[in-house]
């Protein structure tokens, strides 16, 4: 039997042992945020940018001096963000109403935001596949209020999952069965799509759980999605897979760690509800965690899956 893990982690199966270090604690970067959500990892810049989306800014942290600064305000309350095969900033807008890109030369740049010729809701989370298609989720939560957003009616009238080629323009909806999809992300060899869906928070007893779906031969439309997990504490948000198909998904308690089988393996355990993750670092061995007013990172004896 190896050593106990630190009190930063919560071991609910024997096969979290190998994913974390007995020695390493949660460490706290950064905090000032009113709800902190989106992070990214920019690989050869050495730095993150998270969304704080009720201030309106997108913040920047700086791995070469730990230092933060404001990468960008006003953001259209910008939430989820990724980066692209090219290393560009790709974002999920709820002001805008859309996804947008920022080119290496600054210029932000909108790839999409009508489907059908009406306004989407308030794009969410996003994840960039390998073939450069990009998949959201547009759920309502920044046109719910003035908070996150500018309140107004959906235009659309239901929240979708949505396929976006910014080669061709085509927007596609790839999955409508949800009440508020909220977090995505691919399993390593992107045969699997997870989608969170936190319904629950518009509907009493509604989900709060995240769904799995495989991916049709064509790479561009879904099958399946039975229920992967559900959250026993607060709410599954955005989430990230490691290298060996474990998902590390945000929870009102902390990190959960559940495994391609659907175990629950065990908890990062953070002081406050948490909203996204993302792995980053040189060795994409660090998960940074948004956690609400805070943000936050861990070593973990594992590496990020696919992209950041």
């Known amino acids: 039997m190896g050593l106990a893990l630190s009190d930063s982690f919560e071991v609910t199966d024997p096969r979290f042992g190998a994913l974390a270090f007995s020695n390493v604690h949660l460490e706290k970067l950064y905090s000032g945020c009113r709800w902190a959500e989106g992070p990214a990892w920019f690989a050869a810049g050495r730095y993150l940018v998270w969304s704080d989306i009720p201030n309106d800014r997108i913040m920047r942290w700086d791995e070469t001096d730990g230092s933060v600064s404001t990468f960008r305000q006003p953001a259209l309350n910008s939430n989820g963000h990724t980066v692209d095969r090219q290393g560009r900033l790709v974002s999920c807008e709820h002001r805008g109403r859309c996804i947008s890109r920022t080119e290496h030369d600054g210029r932000r740049v909108v790839l999409v935001e009508r489907f059908e010729g009406r306004r989407l809701n308030s794009p969410n989370d996003l994840a960039v596949k390998s073939d450069g298609s990009i998949w959201f989720t547009d759920p309502t939560y920044g046109i719910d209020s003035d908070y996150e957003g500018d309140a107004a009616a959906s235009e659309i009238g239901a929240s979708h999952v949505y396929r976006f080629d910014p080669d061709s323009g085509a927007l596609s909806i790839v999955a409508d069965s949800f009440v508020q999809p909220n977090g995505l992300a691919f399993s390593p060899d992107e045969s699997l799509l997870y989608i969170v869906d936190t319904g629950i928070s518009h509907v009493k007893d509604g989900p709060h759980h995240v769904r799995r779906f495989q991916l049709n031969a ?91």
């Open 218 to 308: 064509d790479g561009q439309s879904l099958r399946g999605g039975e229920v992967f997990a559900t959250c026993p504490v607060g709410l599954y948000d955005g989430f990230r897979p490691d290298v060996h198909g474990n998902l590390w998904l945000s929870a009102g308690d902390g990190v959960h760690c559940h495994a391609p089988d659907g175990t629950l393996l065990g908890k990062i355990r953070v002081p406050e509800v948490v909203a996204n993750v993302c792995f980053g670092g040189p060795k994409l061995n660090r998960l940074f965690i948004c956690g609400t007013t805070s943000l936050y990172a861990v070593y973990l004896n594992t590496r990020g899956a696919g992209w950041p």
